[in-house]
């Protein structure tokens, strides 16, 4: 049976990845905030060794573990609320990995990271959470060339696709095809990158469009 862990695993978005893999045969680990502070680096490599260990090995890693997505002038920024932002999005993604890389080259397994589209569009009212998500891209294409040929390491930047509630008709307007997504579209397409044997070192947006629809989008 292949094997998946999952971070941020108890989340919306990581919630329907976790139940979604589960579906379709996997076994996982879905990891949320009490089972580690993936911030701290010991806690993030004891958490990739409880899971090898529980499920035999390691197929597939999914980092979509996040902190510190809170809107905030620019100038307001504290020293705490950007290491909360960078500390499991940007650091934990990274050590994860480095933890995990020996059980998956063994697999020749695969690793997704949860981006978002904050890391490609400039937002003002959230410039912690857009930084560590461009932090998180980048990661994305520096360990699939140093983790290649073994592992596979692609990106998959949502939109918006976890909408609170009365806010859905403003933000299906920021999209293409005039609708929000769901965390099960996200799922859907960790599903497919998890089995898409000849993709690396690069994301996949799942956005409805709206990456594209405005170089200026309005704040989330």
Known sequence: MRSALVTGGTGR????????????????????RADGDLAKVDEARALVERAAAELGGLDLLVNAAGEGFVPKPAEEL??????????????????????????????????????????YQPW?????????????????RVLARALAPDVR?????????????????????ETLLGRVGTPDDVAAAVVYLAG?????????????????????????
Do not use: N, Y
């Open 153 to 173: 390491v692609c990106g998959l930047a949502p939109g918006p696709v976890a909408v609170e509630p009365g806010q859905e008709e403003r933000r299906a307007a």
């Open 13 to 32: 978005v990581g919630g329907a990845i976790a139940a979604r893999l589960e579906g379709e045969g996997w076994s996982v680990v879905a990891a949320g």
């Open 78 to 119: 504290t020293e705490a609320d950007w290491d909360a932002a960078f500390g499991a999005t940007a650091k934990g993604s990274f050590f994860v990995t480095q933890a995990a890389a020996p059980h998956l080259r063994a697999s020749r397994g695969c690793v997704v990271m949860i981006e978002d589209v904050a890391a």
């Open 124 to 140: 003002p009212s959230f410039a912690a959470h857009c930084a560590a998500k461009a932090a998180q891209a980048m990661l994305t």
């Open 196 to 220: 898409a044997s000849f993709v690396t070192g690069t994301t996949l947006v799942v956005d409805g469009g709206r990456l594209v629809q405005s170089t200026t989008p309005s704040k989330p």
